[in-house]
């Protein structure tokens, strides 16, 4: 049996493959972020899920495409927890820009974009990936992620420069006493993906123009940082991966177009096209 897995911060989707490269089980745990995640919480997040601990003695191989899995350090807490779990099997780890390039362009030239939790970007020139910028994470990038608007609704909320129905519905919404909002930047286990749940609130308000404008100026902000720095932009295919760009997809585009550049496909969740590229 091999586990092919696309994580993000807030949540992993997993699909066990057998030896025919047949379906056996499909499921989800929570984020498995090793760069923001301590061992203790990556562990119980793996014990937490019934379906992979019963199989974990029968998987042969581990195929996990994560975020925070872009620099060396945290790739190692990460294969260490995981080859202790899968005793038996091989342990390939890769971010999860990687999983996004295989399921959108199939391992083709392309320029691949996320807009999850967090957002990133690169250039996949057919073998290879190249990324315009190392991303820094939550705190200093992530343009036009979950966390990114997450942030930016707090902000307006509490500067006043919300719209009064709009704020008014905010607040019924979430709770938004500073204490409990600073507790869980500041001492939670994942702010960026608490942050990322206010962003929640703009699915049930996108035809509002405030929210309207708003996602348009993180678009802008992502277009001008994570794609036009790329010198074939306008040349190859664009894909995007993610809730963030799944759901708001009139406006992305409309945004991508005013810069000249014109999306191929936006795709909510990789993992059946990952598991489609790892069964060729």
């Given at each position: 049996?091999i586990?092919?897995?696309?994580g993000?911060?807030?949540?992993?989707?997993?699909?066990?493959?057998?030896?025919?490269?047949?379906?056996?089980?499909?499921?989800?745990?929570?984020?498995?972020?090793?760069?923001i995640?301590?061992?203790?919480?990556?562990?119980?997040?793996?014990?937490?899920?019934?379906?992979?601990?019963?199989?974990?003695?029968?998987?042969?191989?581990?195929?996990?495409?994560?975020?925070?899995?872009?620099?060396?350090?945290?790739?190692?807490k990460?294969?260490?927890?995981?080859?202790?779990?899968?005793?038996?099997a091989?342990?390939?780890?890769?971010?999860?820009?990687?999983?996004?390039?295989?399921?959108?362009?199939?391992?083709?030239?392309?320029?691949?974009?996320?807009?999850?939790?967090?957002?990133?970007?690169?250039?996949?020139?057919?073998?290879?990936?190249?990324?315009?910028?190392?991303?820094?994470?939550?705190i200093?990038?992530?343009e036009a992620?979950?966390?990114?608007?997450?942030?930016?609704?707090?902000?307006?909320?509490?500067?006043?420069?919300?719209?009064?129905?709009i704020?008014?519905?905010?607040?019924?919404?979430?709770?938004?006493?500073?204490?409990?909002?600073?507790?869980?930047?500041?001492?939670?286990?994942?702010p960026?993906?608490?942050?990322?749940?206010?962003?929640?609130?703009?699915?049930?308000?996108?035809?509002?123009?405030?929210?309207?404008?708003?996602?348009?100026?993180?678009?802008?902000?992502?277009?001008?940082?994570r794609?036009?720095?790329?010198?074939?932009?306008?040349?190859?295919?664009?894909?995007?991966?993610?809730?963030?760009?799944?759901?708001?997809?009139?406006?992305?585009?409309?945004?991508?177009?005013?810069?000249?550049?014109?999306?191929?496909d936006?795709?909510?969740?990789?993992?059946d096209?990952?598991?489609?590229?790892?069964?060729?």
């Amino acid at each position: 049996m091999i586990l092919i897995a696309d994580g993000g911060s807030t949540k992993v989707d997993w699909i066990a493959l057998n030896d025919q490269k047949q379906e056996v089980f499909r499921t989800r745990t929570e984020g498995l972020n090793p760069a923001i995640l301590t061992e203790k919480q990556l562990k119980n997040r793996l014990r937490h899920n019934f379906n992979i601990t019963k199989s974990a003695g029968q998987v042969k191989a581990v195929y996990f495409y994560g975020a925070g899995c872009g620099t060396p350090k945290p790739v190692a807490k990460l294969k260490k927890i995981l080859q202790n779990f899968f005793s038996n099997a091989q342990i390939d780890i890769a971010e999860d820009m990687l999983a996004a390039v295989y399921a959108a362009s199939g391992g083709a030239e392309a320029i691949v974009c996320i807009l999850g939790t967090g957002s990133n970007s690169c250039y996949y020139d057919g073998q290879k990936m190249h990324q315009s910028v190392i991303s820094l994470g939550y705190i200093l990038m992530d343009e036009a992620s979950g966390n990114y608007f997450g942030k930016r609704l707090l902000q307006d909320y509490f500067y006043k420069q919300m719209p009064e129905e709009i704020a008014k519905d905010f607040s019924k919404k979430y709770n938004l006493d500073p204490d409990e909002i600073k507790h869980n930047l500041y001492q939670n286990d994942s702010p960026n993906v608490y942050l990322g749940q206010f962003a929640e609130f703009m699915f049930d308000h996108k035809d509002n123009i405030y929210i309207h404008q708003l996602i348009a100026v993180g678009f802008k902000e992502f277009i001008e940082k994570r794609v036009l720095p790329y010198p074939k932009a306008k040349e190859v295919p664009i894909y995007f991966i993610g809730s963030i760009a799944y759901f708001f997809r009139p406006v992305l585009e409309q945004v991508a177009n005013s810069y000249g550049i014109t999306i191929k496909d936006v795709i909510r969740r990789p993992i059946d096209r990952l598991v489609a590229y790892h069964q060729k």
